[in-house]
């Protein structure tokens, strides 16, 4: 029944308008625990829904999976209020007024429910309209959009909270989940071509933040390419041109199912995998065409442009690992996250922060390795010390610089909660209270003080 109904969704009537395009500098801000929900950036209201605090996340209700779980019966309406109320019109406003120009959206499987084991995962349904209605909203405001695979099946990450289920039993990397994640990547591709809500989707993020040895990611470096690959079968089913991939096939247009499966059967590029993920997509579409309210009236658009698609650079890992650079086709981006505050990068005063930042050799590194352009999807005024309005002036300052040498920066995060549980951490992880304190300028691409980094900066520094 779903295939038959998908094979009725014309793709003349779902091709709507230009696609969202990569601004020339990116100036950003993370959406966080937004659609994936992160109890340390709001813990009153993570215990006012009925989860728990603890010093380590595993031991308590301190992730999505395990609330859910306690509390089957209210977790739907729990979770709709927190999506309705955590990423507001209200903020959408103050962000474009901030001058802010994209956003990070960290998003976990389950918010294409079709993918959920009802029997064995426990997450809260609904997410799918949150996430485009939120869209919508960034696009009529003129911003721009990441869609950031944060949170993938199985766990990708142990023992925490960003990835939806806190445990130490990571299953992401087999065979299994790879496939669901490309199922996900494949609906969403679809979706920010399709859906008008969505054409502020500019890229598609692979996963966030793997496990950094990666000897204990089997199987990473193929799943890489198979995303790249399933992004592009989409847009050559769609009649969208990507640079780098030719084929001489027609693709029929007359309706979503014939023309996937002529794309993905078109060219001795897409394996096997790549096909399956591809299809396994078809009726998860058909259903969300109908939950949407996709408008079946307009005329087919040529105006769409490829989605970028992105990943962590290769040295987020070590002990070998694959390189991202070797999976592209058409436009790509790769990213860093840099924070200060887990210790490590500088000795934990001004001076050394300053100094280390100034110089932050990270850029012509990934730079020589192939992984450009490059953003920063992650950061924050986070410290080590006890930091002063003064200081964290010129470290908003230091690291909007260095970052801004590269294709720009998305920090961590756009609100944060204000109460005596967070402990005062707003200060330097809002970046709407930052700008409403002063410690970033109005106009991001500006500076309080341009030569930040003039006192510090080695003869050798990029």
Same mark, same amino acid.
């Given at each position: 029944?779903?295939?038959?109904?998908?094979?009725?969704?014309?793709?003349?009537?779902?091709?709507?308008?230009?696609?969202?395009?990569?601004?020339?500098?990116?100036?950003?801000?993370?959406?966080?625990?937004?659609?994936?929900?992160?109890?340390?950036?709001?813990?009153?209201?993570?215990?006012?829904?009925?989860?728990?605090?603890?010093?380590?996340?595993?031991?308590?209700?301190?992730?999505?999976?395990?609330?859910?779980?306690?509390?089957?019966?209210?977790?739907?309406?729990?979770?709709?209020?927190?999506?309705?109320?955590?990423?507001?019109?209200?903020?959408?406003?103050?962000?474009?007024?901030?001058?802010?120009?994209?956003?990070?959206?960290?998003?976990?499987?389950?918010?294409?429910?079709?993918?959920?084991?009802?029997?064995?995962?426990?997450? &809260?349904? !609904?997410?799918?309209? %949150?996430?485009?209605?939120?869209?919508? =909203?960034?696009?009529? +405001?003129?911003?721009? /959009?990441? *869609?950031?695979?944060?949170?993938?099946?199985?766990?990708?990450?142990?023992?925490?909270?960003?990835?939806?289920?806190?445990?130490?039993?990571?299953?992401?990397?087999?065979?299994?989940?790879?496939?669901?994640?490309?199922?996900?990547?494949?609906?969403?591709?679809?979706?920010?071509?399709?859906?008008?809500?969505?054409?502020?989707?500019?890229?598609?993020?692979?996963?966030?933040?793997?496990?950094?040895?990666?000897?204990?990611?089997?199987?990473?470096?193929?799943?890489?390419?198979?995303?790249?690959?399933?992004?592009?079968?989409?847009?050559? &089913?769609? !009649?969208?041109?990507? %640079?780098?991939?030719?084929?001489?096939? =027609?693709?029929?247009? +007359?309706?979503?199912? /014939?023309? *996937?499966?002529?794309?993905?059967?078109?060219?001795?590029?897409?394996?096997?995998?790549?096909?399956?993920?591809?299809?396994?997509?078809?009726?998860?579409?058909?259903?969300?065409?109908?939950?949407?309210?996709?408008?079946?009236?307009?005329?087919?658009?040529?105006?769409?442009?490829?989605?970028?698609?992105?990943?962590?650079?290769?040295?987020?890992?070590?002990?070998?690992?694959?390189?991202?650079?070797?999976?592209?086709?058409?436009?790509?981006?790769?990213?860093?996250?840099?924070?200060?505050?887990?210790?490590?990068?500088?000795?934990?005063?001004?001076?050394?922060?300053?100094?280390?930042?100034?110089?932050?050799?990270?850029?012509?590194?990934?730079?020589?390795?192939?992984?450009?352009?490059?953003?920063?999807?992650?950061?924050?005024?986070?410290?080590?010390?006890?930091?002063?309005?003064?200081?964290?002036?010129?470290?908003?300052?230091?690291?909007?610089?260095?970052?801004?040498?590269?294709?720009?920066?998305?920090?961590?995060?756009?609100?944060?909660?204000?109460?005596?549980?967070?402990?005062?951490?707003?200060?330097?992880?809002?970046?709407?209270?930052?700008?409403?304190?002063?410690?970033?300028?109005?106009?991001?691409?500006?500076?309080?003080?341009?030569?930040?980094?003039?006192?510090?900066?080695?003869?050798?520094?990029?």
């Amino acid at each position: 029944m779903q295939l038959s109904i998908a094979s009725t969704i014309l793709l003349a009537s779902f091709l709507r308008g230009a696609t969202a395009a990569i601004p020339d500098k990116v100036y950003g801000v993370n959406l966080g625990s937004w659609l994936v929900l992160e109890p340390w950036m709001l813990p009153a209201e993570w215990t006012a829904m009925g989860g728990e605090i603890c010093d380590t996340c595993s031991d308590c209700i301190m992730s999505e999976f395990p609330l859910v779980q306690a509390h089957p019966d209210t977790a739907d309406e729990l979770f709709q209020k927190h999506w309705s109320t955590w990423m507001t019109q209200e903020h959408v406003d103050g962000l474009a007024d901030a001058g802010i120009n994209t956003v990070r959206i960290p998003l976990g499987y389950w918010i294409v429910e079709q993918l959920v084991d009802r029997q064995t995962e426990f997450y &809260a349904r !609904g997410g799918i309209k %949150q996430l485009q209605r939120g869209l919508r =909203q960034l696009r009529d +405001a003129g911003i721009g /959009a990441i *869609l950031d695979h944060h949170a993938p099946p199985g766990v990708h990450s142990p023992n925490q909270m960003f990835t939806g289920h806190c445990t130490y039993d990571v299953q992401f990397y087999t065979e299994y989940n790879y496939h669901r994640a490309l199922v996900w990547t494949a609906v969403m591709a679809a979706l920010s071509h399709l859906d008008p809500a969505f054409s502020s989707v500019f890229a598609i993020e692979a996963i966030n933040e793997p496990v950094t040895d990666a000897n204990q990611t089997p199987g990473y470096g193929e799943f890489q390419k198979n995303f790249v690959k399933v992004i592009r079968a989409v847009e050559l &089913a769609l !009649g969208i041109p990507v %640079q780098g991939l030719s084929t001489n096939v =027609q693709i029929p247009t +007359a309706n979503l199912a /014939a023309a *996937l499966g002529t794309a993905v059967n078109s060219s001795d590029l897409f394996n096997n995998e790549v096909k399956s993920a591809v299809l396994d997509s078809v009726p998860i579409l058909a259903e969300l065409a109908f939950e949407l309210s996709f408008p079946q009236t307009l005329g087919h658009s040529n105006q769409r442009q490829p989605l970028v698609t992105n990943f962590m650079d290769v040295t987020s890992q070590y002990n070998n690992p694959p390189n991202p650079a070797n999976a592209k086709i058409g436009p790509q981006v790769y990213d860093d996250h840099v924070y200060y505050n887990f210790g490590g990068a500088a000795d934990p005063n001004p001076e050394a922060y300053l100094a280390s930042m100034c110089n932050l050799p990270r850029l012509p590194h990934d730079v020589t390795l192939g992984d450009s352009p490059i953003w920063f999807g992650e950061w924050a005024l986070s410290t080590e010390f006890n930091a002063t309005d003064e200081f964290l002036n010129k470290w908003a300052d230091a690291q909007k610089y260095t970052y801004g040498k590269s294709k720009g920066w998305i920090f961590w995060n756009f609100r944060f909660e204000d109460s005596p549980q967070a402990g005062g951490q707003i200060r330097q992880w809002s970046y709407l209270e930052g700008v409403k304190r002063g410690y970033f300028t109005k106009d991001p691409s500006k500076y309080h003080n341009p030569d930040i980094c003039a006192p510090y900066v080695s003869a050798t520094a990029l």
